[in-house]
């Protein structure tokens, strides 16, 4: 079956420092491929994704780019910021399942002034 | 316009009783998820629906989870007997894509409590 194996957290950042969430995924069929993100308080809302190999999905100085050679689809930013603190969730939807989603267990995400 | 609706926004309830969650999709939403998120932890997938299909319950944790979708819309999850084990956030999405490439759009959740 589907899964989605996510970098575990939680993770600590200064203001300005760059971001790396690592997301891994197997797949029987040809996925999507999407990171949600849920604020404090708040949520889930989808961040940004990618529907093919090579496809970069970018959103609030966020960017993921669909790597099928390594099934990955890493999340990064340059610098983050304080209202950047949240819980980041990957996620995969597979036509060959009907489009069913399989979600990772989410990192949470902290950023220190 | 309208989002995925959810009510109650919070249930309090006693050991032992039933309790039915609602959720009203996005309008033209063929694809509807219920998942469960207990505190500190991620989404635990529950059932799908997928407009005429037979839903997919391999996520239903136990026989006293059960859901329906009437009509191709409103979505009803009832659990019967409930545990304090049940206590959690438990969260509704719909999307109109059959194939996938569309995001879940999701509705704020029902925090159920089991006293």
């Known amino acids: 079956g589907n899964s989605v194996t996510q970098m575990e957290g939680p993770v600590t950042l200064s203001e300005e420092a760059f971001l790396t969430i690592n997301c891994t995924y197997t797949?029987?069929?040809?996925?999507?491929l999407f990171w949600y993100v849920q604020y404090p308080g708040e949520g889930l809302q989808l961040l940004l994704k990618?529907?093919?190999?090579?496809d970069k999905g970018s959103n609030k100085g966020f960017e993921a780019t669909y790597r099928k050679e390594t099934t990955s689809f890493h999340l990064e930013k340059g610098s983050v910021q304080v209202s950047d603190s949240a819980v980041y969730f990957c996620?995969?939807?597979?036509?060959?399942?009907?489009?069913?989603?399989?979600f990772g267990d989410g990192t949470t995400l902290t950023v220190k002034p | 316009g309208a989002g995925v609706s959810q009510s109650p926004s919070n249930k309090v309830t006693e050991k032992g009783k039933d309790v039915e969650l609602r959720c009203d999709p996005i309008?033209?939403?063929?694809?509807l998820y219920w998942y469960r998120q207990s505190l500190g932890q991620g989404l635990e997938f529950l059932i799908y629906?997928?407009?005429?299909?037979?839903?997919?319950k391999s996520g239903l944790p136990s026989d006293r989870f059960s859901a329906e979708r009437t009509g191709g819309s409103v979505s009803t999850l009832t659990i019967q007997r409930t545990q304090q084990e049940d206590s959690a956030v438990y969260l509704c999405?719909?999307?109109?894509?059959?194939?996938?490439?569309?995001?879940?759009?999701f509705g704020d959740g029902t925090r159920l409590s089991i006293l």
């Open positions: 990618a529907t093919k190999a090579d």
């Open positions: 629906f997928q407009g005429n299909s037979a839903p997919d």
């Open positions: 309008s033209g939403h063929t694809a």
């Open positions: 996620a995969l939807s597979d036509q060959s399942n009907a489009g069913k989603s399989t």
């Open positions: 999405a719909s999307s109109w894509d059959r194939a996938g490439n569309q995001p879940q759009h």
């Open positions: 797949a029987t069929g040809y996925p999507s």
